[in-house]
């Protein structure tokens, strides 16, 4: 059975005026239980800021950071019991995960989070994730809920991250105030020119405009993940999206494969510890041979690092080569001979930067 990360954004889910559209929250649970039989789906939601603000007292959506965490923690509650009382109704039951980015930072509570949700998967209950936006500050947060998909679509193997929003599709130009703008039925490669045609907008109740999309669906495609922009109407079908008949835009990953779970952890969340620096020897063995990293071709190393930490690599002339998950400390390493075989970074816990 497939499986399918779907975003819905916040501008899909308000009135004019910003407060959540129960009736459109309704047409999105609709979607997801008419393809039930055909995926199992992820949802990744925004919502909870405009469910709240009112009560909080608010007449506008509030605009500082504190008035948005304030709306955001009555809304999130709000926001979940309108989904459950809908899914309800078709006799399916959904659970709420508050991420932060913090969560996965340490691999061991990445990997709590991929299980939470398998389990989930596994047991037939839509997974409803959201940024936990009423303690994240602003260094610590995904960005938008479009990065959030592309990384839980990496983190299950989802085989596309469905981007519902405003706008139909990818424009060469923006259709609302250019009538010349043309559609992108498909596109194979996601170019600087294609970023600067998408305007960076946001809109009253959202955070991110096409580019943020575009930086989604370029994330999706380093783990292997398709993805698929669109807006969400009473005729969308899943099962024509996966078939290739949807009327949005395809952005095919060119990645054949998907990315390990671990090798995504070391890819994107974790944080280096030390750095090390290899001989030219080594360097074609672990780019061109798809070798892992011995000791014999370390020359010398900067930091000081744990079992398991992960170290940045560099060529002797300071190319950023990649980075992997070291099996031995920098003060082990400093200890061993410059002739033994060693393994420090095994092939399976690398990522080659290219």
């Given at each position: 059975m497939e499986r399918i990360v779907l975003k819905i954004g916040s501008s899909s889910l308000t009135t004019p005026n910003g407060e959540l559209d129960d009736q459109k929250l309704q047409e999105v649970v609709t979607f997801i239980a008419k393809a039930r039989d055909h995926a199992d789906i992820i949802l990744v939601t925004s919502g909870a800021v405009a469910a709240g603000f009112k009560q909080v007292g608010y007449q506008t959506r509030p605009v500082t950071v504190h008035g948005k965490q304030a709306a955001a923690a009555v809304g999130q509650t709000l926001l979940m019991e309108r989904y459950h009382t809908h899914f309800k109704a078709y006799d399916m039951t959904a659970a709420q995960l508050l991420v932060s980015r913090s969560d996965?930072?340490?691999?061991?509570?990445?990997?709590n989070v991929y299980a939470t949700i398998t389990e989930l998967i596994k047991r037939h209950v839509i997974p409803i994730i959201n940024e936990n936006d009423s303690t994240a500050i602003e260094e610590l947060t995904f960005g938008d809920n479009d990065r959030?998909?592309?990384?839980?679509?990496?983190?299950?193997?989802a085989t596309h991250v469905i981007l519902f929003t405003d706008t139909d599709g990818v424009y060469s130009a923006n259709p609302q105030t250019n009538p010349d703008a043309k559609k992108y039925d498909t596109i194979t490669e996601i170019t600087d020119d294609l970023f600067a045609q998408a305007e960076e907008t946001t809109t009253k109740v959202g955070t991110g405009g096409m580019r943020a999309k575009l930086s989604a669906a370029t994330l999706a495609h380093q783990f292997g993940v398709t993805a698929y922009i669109s807006t969400l109407k009473a005729e969308t079908s899943l099962l024509s999206i996966i078939k290739g008949d949807g009327k949005g835009t395809y952005l095919p990953s060119p990645t054949t494969g998907v990315m390990k779970t671990s090798k995504q952890w070391i890819a994107v969340h974790s944080k280096h510890a030390g750095e090390l620096f290899i001989d030219n020897g080594a360097k074609e063995a672990m780019i061109e041979r798809k070798k892992s990293l011995l000791a014999v071709g370390i020359d010398h190393i900067k930091g000081t690092f744990s079992r398991?930490?992960?170290?940045?690599?560099?060529?002797?002339?300071g190319e950023l080569l990649g980075k992997g998950k070291t099996q031995v400390s920098s003060e082990d390493l400093t200890a061993l001979s410059s002739k033994e075989n060693q393994v420090i970074i095994h092939r399976d816990q690398w990522i080659t930067y290219s």
């Open positions: 996965l930072y340490r691999e061991e509570q990445y990997k959030l998909a592309a990384l839980v679509g990496g983190m299950v193997h398991d930490d992960v170290v940045t690599v560099y060529s002797l002339d």
